[in-house]
């Protein structure tokens, strides 16, 4: 059984910058994909940022039109660890952000292709 525990959350003002942390336990996830998706009160989950996950590739990164630019995702493949780092925050981004692991070749953007889900972790941006 894997187990993923997002951390990094907080309040923070437009403009400013927070770096969420994703650690994954209970299983290898090489050859997997790990992503990033939030969800707002009254929203669907949506998609944020995915990365390959093999230790012997760079890991290909993918980003939602919203946050490219913005938002940069990384792993720590030698500490199961997956980043989100956002600067230039924007009220826009409040959401409860939670980090999933999903089998490579599927659709990286469909929540329904991830079978592993962390809790979430809180971000809420002031204007």
């Known amino acids: 059984q894997a187990q993923l525990v997002e951390s990094g959350g907080g309040l923070v003002q437009a403009g400013g910058s927070l770096r969420l942390s994703c650690v994954a336990s209970g299983r290898t996830f090489s050859g997997a994909r790990m992503a990033w998706f939030r969800q707002a009160p009254g929203k669907e989950r949506e998609f944020v940022a995915a990365i390959t996950w093999t230790a012997w590739s760079a890991g290909a990164t993918y980003y939602a039109a919203s946050v490219k630019g913005r938002f940069t995702v990384s792993r720590d493949y030698s500490k199961n660890t997956l980043f989100l780092e956002m600067n230039t925050l924007k009220p826009e981004d409040t959401a409860v952000y939670h980090c999933?692991?999903?089998?490579?070749?599927?659709?990286?953007?469909?929540?329904?292709?991830?079978?592993?889900w962390g809790q979430g972790t809180q971000v809420t941006v002031s204007s």
């Open positions: 999933a692991r999903g089998p490579a070749g599927t659709s990286y953007t469909d929540p329904n292709s991830y079978n592993y």
